[in-house]
């Protein structure tokens, strides 16, 4: 089975439209590891992709904002602005979706997803000593996480835990191979608002039965993206970040 793994969503169509072109026929199922909607102006577009295509979804901590289940005081003035938006224009239908989305851990027979952490869907792994403490809560051998927006994650070996690293700027992906007498805690990365420097879209496709994890990256349409965020008066800021994959 090949699965679609793709996290941090946050309503950016024209992010997951080039995703979906980009590995079209190459695989048999989606899983999304949450945030599918916050910061971006087509939460309704995505949400509905979403409902209707992927059978495995965990929520994300901007899910459960614009749903109205998170205090938002505890998010950065900007962040809080576009959940306030998101929450305003979502449909009552994807309102009710998001608030039944299930928190995760979601363990499925071939792997493990969760948002941020096994522990709290708001938890940030991103070094070799935050996945370190986590090793002896994991499920199952192969786990799936997003949240930090950074494609890569852990492996936990014999000689300890090591990160990882994303694909180079230079290159559309790359190939990880899994040892059987390893752990692994997979990232995909961002589709909707890469913060690891490179502005493609990030997502992954795990073979669970070649044992291979593929990174994957693609151009996407930044411009029409960001018009759409300051027509709908988002932050600015949020659309400027877009192009520096920031």
Known sequence: MRYLIVSDI???WEAL?????SARGGYDEVCCLGDVVGYCADPNRVTDWIRTNVKAVVR???DKACAGLENLEWFNPIARQAALWTMQHLTTENLEWLRALPKGPLVTEEFEMFHGSPLDEDD????????????????????????????????CERCGVRKIERPRRDANGRVLELQRDS???????????????????????????????????????????QNKILRCGLPELLAHRLEAGA
């Open 60 to 62: 994300g901590n901007h």
């Open 10 to 12: 946050h309503g950016n």
């Open 183 to 225: 752990l692994y805690m997979i990232n995909p990365g961002s589709v909707g608002q890469p913060r690891d420097g490179d502005p493609r879209t990030a997502w992954a496709v795990y073979d669970s039965v070649e044992r291979l994890v593929e990174y994957r990256r693609a151009e996407y349409d930044v411009r029409a993206c």
């Open 17 to 21: 439209e080039s995703v979906l072109a």
């Open 124 to 155: 940030y792994i991103v070094s070799a000593q935050d996945a370190a403490q986590l090793m002896g809560y994991l499920q199952s051998p192969v786990s799936f996480f997003g949240h930090t927006h950074l494609q890569g994650g852990f492996t």
